[in-house]
């Protein structure tokens, strides 16, 4: 059974920057898609950025240029380096990997941005 744990999350001022990872165990493969998604109080779970095995990423529109995913796939693991935080950052954020095995989440991690 694959298990993604996130790591990273925290309080941070509007402006700065904070760093999750997310750790996939349980699978003799690497995820061929990595993702990372958030959800607000009250609003619909959404992607936030997604890479492949091959290193192809997309981001969501909100946080084109200031979020950046990347990958150790010697470690199967995923990062999300999050800088020039918005207060509308804000969410709980979910690691997202797709596996020969399926598809499987993480538990979250919050990101609080304060003005």
């Known amino acids: 059974q694959v298990q993604l744990v996130e790591s990273g999350g925290g309080l941070v001022q509007a402006g700065g920057s904070l760093r999750l990872s997310c750790a996939a165990s349980?699978?003799?493969?690497?995820?061929?898609?990595f993702g990372w998604y958030r959800q607000a109080p009250g609003k619909q779970r959404e992607l936030v950025a997604r890479i492949t095995i091959g290193g192809s990423t997309n981001y969501a529109g909100a946080v084109q240029g200031r979020f950046t995913i990347s990958r150790d796939n010697a470690k199967n693991t995923v990062y999300l380096q999050m800088n020039s935080l918005k207060p509308e950052d804000t969410a709980v954020y979910y690691c997202?990997?797709?596996?020969?095995?399926?598809?499987?989440w993480g538990r979250g991690t919050q990101v609080t941005v304060s003005s």
């Open positions: 349980g699978s003799t493969f690497n995820a061929n898609v």
């Open positions: 997202y990997g797709f596996f020969i095995s399926g598809d499987y």
